[in-house]
């Protein structure tokens, strides 16, 4: 399909004004150049033109909010200085899988003083030697270059940064995770103990097994020690009576 009839179909009868992202990857450009693309995308924020045939960036128009540029699995080689004057807040872009050869094609890439992310993947220029200390020497505003920082750390997911800030679910709202389960665990093995004695007297009683039950009086332990006691003097009585015959 050409550029320009697929971003007529992704307005989705909207104006182009109120668009803020755009993706048309895997289109045809007719000339290498950008098509069907105008001054009046001028919300437009996020533009993804991945393998569509581009050879250079000349006829990009002015965008001036746009804060990230997808153009990998291109065949760009130079004109990058396009992007300064029609991309001034630039902060990622994407030239992976383009013809960049040497470190000279990327200079004009200093005056874009928000470019925090670059990538050159599969570019020729990465098998340059010292290739990533020259890019962040010629570029000193980069964060990540293909995907890592200086200091070989991986670029933060800023979807998974954002989920991890959700509201809890309604499980963890009141108290420190796992009480409820401990609560649920002491109930069921209370509850196991309990069953284990009610077997364990059934079972003795169905075998014909002699089975002692004291009874404690009323009074408990403090009565029964108290009619013990009686029962002794009324024995020593009784041994008095006999003596006294």
């Known amino acids: 399909m050409e550029m320009k009839k697929r971003i007529s179909l992704e307005l989705r009868n909207?104006?182009?004004?109120?668009?803020?992202?755009?993706?048309?990857?895997?289109?045809r450009s007719g000339d290498g150049e950008v098509e069907g693309l105008t001054d009046e995308?001028?919300?437009?924020?996020?533009?993804?033109?991945?393998?569509?045939?581009?050879?250079?960036?000349?006829?990009?128009?002015?965008?001036?909010?746009?804060?990230?540029l997808e153009v990998s699995d291109n065949s760009i080689s130079a004109g990058l200085d396009t992007l300064v004057e029609k991309c001034p807040n630039l902060t990622y872009l994407n030239l992976s899988g383009n013809k960049i050869k040497e470190l000279s094609s990327i200079k004009p890439?200093?005056?874009?003083?928000?470019l925090k992310s670059l990538d050159l993947y599969s570019c020729d220029v990465t098998s340059l030697e010292d290739y990533r200390e020259g890019v962040f020497e010629l570029l000193p505003q980069l964060t990540?270059?293909?995907?890592?920082?200086?200091?070989?750390?991986?670029?933060?997911?800023?979807?998974?940064?954002?989920?991890?800030?959700?509201?809890?679910?309604?499980?963890d709202e009141a108290g420190p995770p796992g009480d409820d389960d401990d609560e649920d665990e002491d109930e069921e093995e209370g509850g196991s103990e309990g069953d284990e004695d009610?077997?364990?007297?059934?079972?003795?009683m169905k075998e014909g097994i002699q089975v002692s039950v004291c009874l404690v009086p009323p009074g408990g332990e403090d009565g029964a020690a108290v009619q013990g006691e009686k029962r002794k003097r009324d024995a020593d009585d009784e041994g008095d009576d006999d003596d006294d015959e």
């Open 144 to 171: 990540f270059l293909d995907g890592y920082d200086q200091e070989d750390n991986e670029v933060p997911d800023s979807e998974d940064d954002c989920d991890s800030g959700s509201v809890l679910d309604e499980d």
């Open 14 to 27: 909207r104006s182009p004004a109120e668009v803020v992202e755009l993706v048309v990857d895997n289109c």
């Open 109 to 114: 890439l200093q005056s874009l003083k928000n």
């Open 198 to 204: 009610e077997v364990g007297l059934s079972y003795l």
């Open 41 to 68: 995308y001028t919300e437009l924020e996020i533009l993804s033109m991945v393998n569509v045939g581009l050879t250079s960036l000349s006829k990009l128009p002015s965008l001036p909010k746009l804060r990230k």
